[in-house]
C-alpha cells in the first residue's frame, strides 16, 4: 500500500556523526519512518541533546578507534538489537589551505575520520549483515570527491576514497544477500561545519552551483531515506549527487 512505501518500521538504524548538522537531519528523517535510531557522536552531549527530540539513543563514538566502534556497535546491539542501516556521516574538512602549506598530520586527521571511520563502521556490522540476510550502508561523501576542491585537498580526497571504498564493499556483498552499499556526494549544503571555512572557500562552491544556493539537510536526509529503505532493493554501488546540479555525471 501506498502508505507503506519508505517505512522503516521494526529496524535498527546507526548514523555516525549525528548530533548535529546532517547527520542529526538523517537520524530525524530514519526515526520518522519508523526506524529506532542510534545516536552516534564524538561528542556525548550533542548527540544526547539530537537524540532526545526523536527518542534516539544516545552513543559516543570516536570513528577512528576500533576499540570505540566496537564498543558503541556493542551498545547499540544491547540497546536496540541487531543493525539493519548504517549512515556513516561523520566526517571533517580539515584546514583550506593550498597543498604546500599543509602538513602530513593534516592529511592524517581527515583520512582518520572521513575514511578509516567509514572502514570500521562497515567493518563492524557486514558480517551480521550477510548472516541475517539484510542491510543497507549509505555513506556521505561529497561532490569534491569526485571534482576536487582548491585549498581542501585532504578532504577532498578522502571522500573519494569513500566512494571507492562504497564500490568495492558493494560489489564484495552483491549477490551474496539483500545488501546494498551506496553513497552520496552533496554539493555544498547549509550547516555549521561551513562556519569552519573561508569565505572564499565558501563562495568558490556556490559560485559553481547551477541552481545558485546551497542545500538543505532535509534534502540530504530525503536521499539518505530512499536508500536507506527496502525500496531501494536494486541500486547498489553507487553515488548519488545531491549538488543543484553541478555535477551532471
Known amino acids: 500500500m501506498p502508505n507503506t512505501f519508505f517505512s522503516l518500521d521494526g529496524q535498527v538504524a546507526v548514523v555516525t556523526g549525528a548530533g548535529q548538522g546532517i547527520g542529526e537531519g538523517i537520524a530525524q528523517r530514519l526515526a520518522a519512518a519508523g526506524a529506532r535510531v542510534a545516536v552516534l557522536d564524538m561528542k556525548e552531549d550533542l548527540a544526547r541533546q539530537a537524540a532526545s527530540s526523536f527518542g534516539g539513543v544516545p552513543i559516543r563514538c570516536d570513528v577512528s578507534s576500533p576499540a570505540s566502534v566496537d564498543g558503541a556497535m556493542a551498545e547499540v546491539r544491547r540497546a536496540l538489537g541487531p543493525v539493519d542501516i548504517l549512515v556513516n556521516n561523520a566526517g571533517i574538512a580539515g584546514r583550506t589551505l593550498p597543498l604546500w602549506q599543509l602538513n602530513a598530520s593534516d592529511l592524517d586527521n581527515v583520512y582518520a575520520v572521513n575514511v578509516r571511520g567509514v572502514f570500521l563502521t562497515s567493518k563492524a556490522v557486514i558480517e551480521e549483515m550477510l548472516a541475517r540476510g539484510y542491510g543497507r550502508i549509505v555513506n556521505v561523501a561529497s561532490v569534491a570527491g569526485k571534482e576536487g576542491n582548491p585549498t581542501l585537498g585532504p578532504y577532498s580526497a578522502s571522500k573519494a576514497a569513500v566512494i571507492a571504498l562504497t564500490k568495492s564493499l558493494a560489489k564484495e556483498v552483491a549477490g551474496k544477500a539483500n545488501i546494498t552499499v551506496n553513497s552520496i556526494a552533496p554539493a555544498v549544503i547549509r550547516t555549521k561545519i561551513l ?22 539537510i532535509e534534502e540530504v536526509a530525503a536521499l539518505v531515506h530512499f536508500l536507506a529503505s527496502r525500496e531501494a532493493s536494486f541500486t547498489t554501488g553507487q553515488c548519488y549527487d545531491i549538488s543543484g546540479g553541478r555535477a551532471t555525471y
Open 195 to 216: 562556519d569552519t571555512l573561508s569565505p572564499d572557500t565558501v563562495q568558490y562552491m556556490v559560485s559553481r552551483i547551477p541552481m545558485g544556493r546551497t542545500g538543505t
